[in-house]
């Protein structure tokens, strides 16, 4: 329960925060989104437990169970009063929002693993005939999804990318973090593919040395120790100074 008291504190600051700011920016936007979204879940979550400890009857121990359907109770009525604020919050983001336009090809900075995963709304008006969200939006929509550990998701929402924006910056990116998808569902083959397409087709890509470091993953996982080492040292001989070359050296003496 101190869990969920500290989400509702926290997501009141959002909303404090936002308010007092005069402007809705993009990052109240998509933190507002994101925030609903974790709300209505835990919100759904201590109505299921709720419902459950009501039909034992309050629990083996009377006490106890009074006690805790108490504190359940009171738990869903703060997550219901912060719903009812952040949907309000959205409420007046999404009419400023409507008014903005949103660049259709932006260069953003590479997502940190570490990073809040956000949920971007799509983009207010969009051309006829082009796709209704923006190549920043639906690289991080799919790019959310893996982090969230829904690859299948990721794997559509990544091939949908390169089907709607094939000629944008991010695409040796997409390949990659499709190769990522792949590799998290543990389909090596098709990971395997998308990494080689990244060293293959985009060769100054930043992402080369992670798809080299990953295909050496890859092989092992296929049982292909040979050639698992191939990769891994060309990961330490092309690209000594990066971090996935202290991770080849410490993956090749495990396969000694």
């Not at 009501?54 to 006690?67: F, N």
């Not at 470091?213 to 990961?235: H, P």
């Amino acid at each position: 329960m101190a869990h969920c008291l500290s989400i509702t504190a926290r997501l009141f600051g959002l909303v404090l925060i936002a308010t007092l700011a005069g402007c809705a920016t993009h990052t109240d936007f998509v933190e507002v989104r994101e925030d609903l979204r974790t709300v209505t879940k835990m919100q759904a979550q201590t109505q299921k437990r709720l419902q459950a400890l009501e039909s034992r009857g309050g629990g083996t121990d009377a006490g106890d169970g009074v006690k805790v359907s108490a504190g359940l109770k009171q738990q869903l009525d703060e997550l219901t009063a912060r719903l009812k604020a952040l949907e309000g919050k959205l409420g007046k983001l999404e009419e400023g929002q409507s008014g903005l336009s949103v660049k259709t090809d932006p260069l953003p900075a590479e997502p940190s693993r570490q990073a809040k995963p956000v949920t971007l709304p799509p983009r207010p008006e969009a051309l006829p005939g082009t796709p209704d969200i923006s190549p920043t939006s639906a690289y991080n929509l799919a790019y959310n999804d893996y982090l969230n550990g829904r690859y299948d998701l990721a794997v559509s929402g990544f091939q949908r990318f390169l089907q709607d924006f094939p000629s944008t910056s991010l695409v040796p990116n997409v390949h990659y973090w499709l190769g990522e998808s792949y590799y998290g569902s543990k389909d090596h083959v098709r990971a395997t593919h998308s990494f080689e397409k990244v060293i293959t087709e985009y060769p100054t890509s930043e992402k080369v040395a992670p798809a080299l470091y990953k295909l050496g993953l890859a092989a092992v996982e296929t049982g292909n120790t040979a050639k698992a080492r191939e990769y891994l040292k060309r990961v330490l001989q092309d690209y000594k100074d990066s971090n996935e070359a202290k991770l080849a050296k410490g993956k090749l003496a495990e396969l000694r």
